[in-house]
């Protein structure tokens, strides 16, 4: 009995050591895939966003987010508070919840204002699916040739987000 608390002291402090050494990597199943293909319903309820629309000559922000959720206020809060130092990204927000919530979200942090930042209901749940993270916000930031560098479960510090974003 001894020896054997000690062992599983020692796994579970190397569970979360692993775990948290391999939070912010790319799922296997994401691996070298490319942007995905999606449409958002925008908020003025009739038009919609498609990924062709995305400029190639500029890397891509993809939050997934509830407008209910605190960490993705924090984020989005941070995100625009920065704004200026992510001028040549684009910043996709993207939401399964209900529009008038989606909608409120938007104008509550004014982000008409922010030209490099669309955002719009995932009608399809197009982006749990494809992601299948657990935690929002979810960040994944692409490359201008589509190519999947970082993937967040969870959000990330705006600090990092802005450096491995702006590379």
């Known amino acids: ?44 309820s009739s038009t919609n966003f498609y990924t ?6 500029k890397n891509t922000i993809l939050m997934s987010f509830s407008p209910d959720c605190d960490h993705c ?5 941070e995100l625009i508070e ?5 001028k040549n990204v684009q910043i996709v927000m993207a939401t399964t919840y ?5 909608k409120d979200f938007y104008n509550a ?6 030209k490099n930042i669309t955002m719009g209901r995932d009608v ?15 960040i994944t930031i692409y490359n201008s ?7 967040f479960d969870g959000g990330v510090p705006t600090t990092q987000l802005i450096e491995l974003a702006t590379k």
């Open 1 to 44: 009995m001894k020896k054997i608390l000690p062992t599983v002291i020692l796994i579970l402090i190397s569970l979360t050591a692993n775990a948290q050494r391999h939070s912010d990597t790319i799922p296997e199943h994401l691996k070298n895939l490319r942007l995905p293909d999606f449409k958002l319903l925008l908020t003025d």
């Open 52 to 57: 062709e629309q995305l400029s190639k000559k």
């Open 82 to 86: 920065n704004i200026q130092q992510l």
């Open 145 to 151: 040739k589509g190519e999947l560098k970082y993937y």
């Open 109 to 114: 942090y004014n982000i008409a204002k922010y």
């Open 124 to 138: 399809l749940y197009f982006f749990p699916k494809y992601y299948q993270n657990h935690y929002l916000p979810l």
């Open 98 to 102: 209900p529009f008038n919530m989606m």
């Open 73 to 77: 206020k924090n984020q989005t809060k």
